[in-house]
């Protein structure tokens, strides 16, 4: 395949139109940008590019290598890449080497965390079974490997519900998002018991710190000032959810981020979008808004994962070059030990099943 060139790499920025990005970022940023694709094409690498990376980020990824957490892990176990760079956070990155334990799988910044994964602790999962013997534990994908391995079954925003009704019994104790978990709970009213860490006093769940800024009053306001009047056949408001149960009640639609994608794209092409709003990252917005020209996005430019943005090109090119120049990769290789990732890919692998 013949070589990309800055000029055309320039070309291909500017001609995207990107709602978010400046002629000045473009020309500022672009040879960085060539350097990684150049690097990336030489070494046969797949850059995995999830939904919050700012826009340059996930423009190093084909569109195949762009979604969510799960979708891209799973894209990594089928490629036959010699290097998987995740730009994601360690979580994510985890879930990859879980699914494809003989590739090298590499993070721009280990050190990029989830208020999710990193303020749940695993003593909780044994508090909560001694508490419910035989309950079995349902672990959001959003969880270190270390989690998930002790837990029965994985589950995503979108299959979450699906995947708890087809577990034994009437409960399911569910980890490690408590503002998920009493959205499961509104679901599943009726159907089955939902027990999360933080329902009392005794155990402690995590929240999104991004999705946990979003109140009903913000998306009130919002309605009022970018006139997307609730019920309006063509104007929707989206929420994640990750975000509180009275803020969903609130959206026009609510789900993950590819459920959400995926309700655009069915409304642009029957006609049906002109404007939106979606009470998550902003950067999922930005890149939204880049793939559905003809819909209008409005951002909320605070509301962005410090975690994640902490994968920047620079991140991305210092591992290309170790690639190349044959250095170490231990400070970007994403590591675990063989019995976590057996353990861990049991309750992965039922969820695939279930849902
Ligand atoms: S948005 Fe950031 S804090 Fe929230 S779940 Fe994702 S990585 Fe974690």
Sequence with gaps: MAELTLQQVKH??????????????????????????RLKQKHNVVILGHNYMEPLVFGLSATEEQGDSLGLSQYASKTDADYIIFNGVPFMAETAKVLSPDKKVLIADKTAGCSLADDFDLAEIDKLKAQHPGVPVMIYVNSYAEAKAKSDVCCTSANAEKIAKAMPGDKIIFIPDILFAKNLEEDLKGAKEVIYPGKDSSTKGAICEVHEKFTLEDLKNIRASFNLPKGHPKRKVYAHWECAPDVLREADFYGSTTQIRNDIVKRVKAGMLERAFVASECELTSNLAQEFPSVQFWTACSVRCRHMAKVTLEGVLRILRAIDEGKDLSPFEVTLDPEVIEKARKPIELMMKLS
């Design 12 to 37: 291909r920025l500017h001609a995207s139109r990107h709602p978010s990005l400046t002629h000045f970022e473009i020309e500022a940023k672009a040879s960085l940008v060539h350097e990684i694709l």
